[in-house]
Structures are given as C-alpha cells and as structure tokens.
T-cell receptor, first 114, second 111 residues
Framework: NAGVTQTPKFQVLKTGQSMTLQCAQD?????MSWYRQDPGMGLRLIHY???????DQGEVPNGYNVSRSTTEDFPLRLLSAAPSQTSVYFC?????????????FGSGTRLTVV | ELKVEQNPLFLSMQEGKNYTIYCNYS?????LYWYRQDPGKSLESLFV???NGAVKQEGRLMASLDTKARLSTLHITAAVHDLSATYFC???????????WGAGTKLIIKP
C-alpha cells in the first residue's frame, strides 16, 4: 500500500502563476482533506471532501479550488499564486470506525511563491 | 470558535528527565489526537484519545485526556535524544471531519 501520495514534493512559482498539487490515496477512504502548515502554527484546513463529487470549505479556502471526481484523487488548485500561499501543504485521507476518525497524511508539498 | 493551545511551544531538556506538554481546548470534544513531526517530514500519529479519563502509553510517552477540564497532557518519561521532534495536539470537531490543531511544541533533548 502506498497510502497517501503527494506530488510534487517541492515547487517554486512566480506570483500570478497557477498550478495543481496532486493527492492520491489507495486505501479506499471516503474522506480527504488539504491542510497548510505555516511556521509556528498548527495545520489549518483548506478544503475537504466526504466522497466523490462532494467538497466543502475549511478554515482558509480563499485562493484555492478543489474537485473530487474519484475516490482516489483530490487535487488542490492554486488559481493565481500569491506570496502568502508560500507554505507546506499536506493532504490527508481518513476513515471512520464509528467512534473516531483515523487520519493518514501524505509527505507534503513545500511551495514557495516568489 | 474552537481554539487549541499548547504549552510550552519550545522545550529544551536533558536526557533522562521527565516533562509534560499541555494541550487546552476551548469547546467540547471527545476526540483528541497527538502527532509527532520530524523536521521536513510528515505527521506521525501517536495517540487517539476518545473519552474522559483515557490514558494511553507507548514507550516513554503517555497521553491522557480530561474532557471536563478540556485538557490533554503528553508526558515524557526519562527522555532520550530520539524523542526530539515537534509534537502537535489536534481536536476533532466531531462529525464533520475537521481537525483543529495546536501550534506545536518543539522538543529538543540534549545528550
């Protein structure tokens, strides 16, 4: 099992460029999410999906789009990159046992916007 | 709005010593998670605490949850250098798949 796979691992963008961060999971988890991690702060939720075709906004959604056409994939799109989006991005998938949710995180994408 | 506060944010300690990291949260939740992150790496799940009074232990780490006080602790016993990392607590809002995270505690253990 690969778990949660994120690509690319590193990316440098110029202000105004667009790009897509890829996230794929092979665990058949229904729920997937994107977080960003900034220095000195905990992770903050950007967008999440509870299943194919269903997405919703998290705490910091502005400047990002998502879609979920399959259970396996949950790409994050930056429409017009800004320096404030310089961060480390983590994708997570999760399952529910009925009493709690277990989360598996990808290895992260380190994005720098110049 | 749910807030999660960890303290201390930075901790430097000697090997062999004991210490505790605290995680306070501002609203009711029955699910609290502890994660470890090494520099430049992803997040590793340590503990999931599901109910008041829950206590879990793995090696030199022990986590507990007091839902009435809205407090979780991560206790380190006889610290060793390999435990140097940043430790995060996160609270589940319950039912809507959102984890709210503390700012993390950077732990440095000196030989």
């Amino acid at each position: 099992n690969a778990g949660v796979t994120q690509t690319p691992k590193f990316q440098v963008l110029k202000t105004g460029q667009s790009m897509t961060l890829q996230c794929a999971q092979d665990m058949n988890h229904e729920y997937m999410s994107w977080y960003r991690q900034d220095p000195g702060m905990g992770l903050r939720l950007i967008h999440y999906s509870v299943g194919a075709g269903i997405t919703d906004q998290g705490e910091v959604p502005n400047g990002y789009n998502v879609s979920r056409s399959t259970t396996e994939d949950f790409p994050l799109r930056l429409l017009s990159a800004a320096p404030s989006q310089t961060s480390v991005y983590f994708c997570a998938s999760s399952y529910s046992t009925g009493s709690y949710y277990g989360y598996t995180f990808g290895s992260g994408t380190r994005l720098t916007v110049v | 709005e749910l807030k999660v506060e960890q303290n201390p944010l930075f901790l430097s300690m000697q090997e062999g010593k004991n210490y505790t990291i605290y995680c306070n949260y501002s609203t009711t939740s029955d699910r609290l998670y502890w994660y470890r992150q090494d520099p430049g790496k992803s997040l590793e799940s340590l503990f999931v605490l599901l109910s008041n009074g829950a206590v879990k232990q793995e090696g030199r780490l022990m986590a507990s949850l007091d839902t009435k006080a809205r407090l979780s602790t991560l206790h380190i016993t006889a610290a060793v250098h390999d435990l140097s990392a940043t430790y995060f607590c996160a609270v589940d809002l319950g039912g809507n798949y959102q984890l709210i995270w503390g700012a993390g505690t950077k732990l440095i253990i000196k030989p």
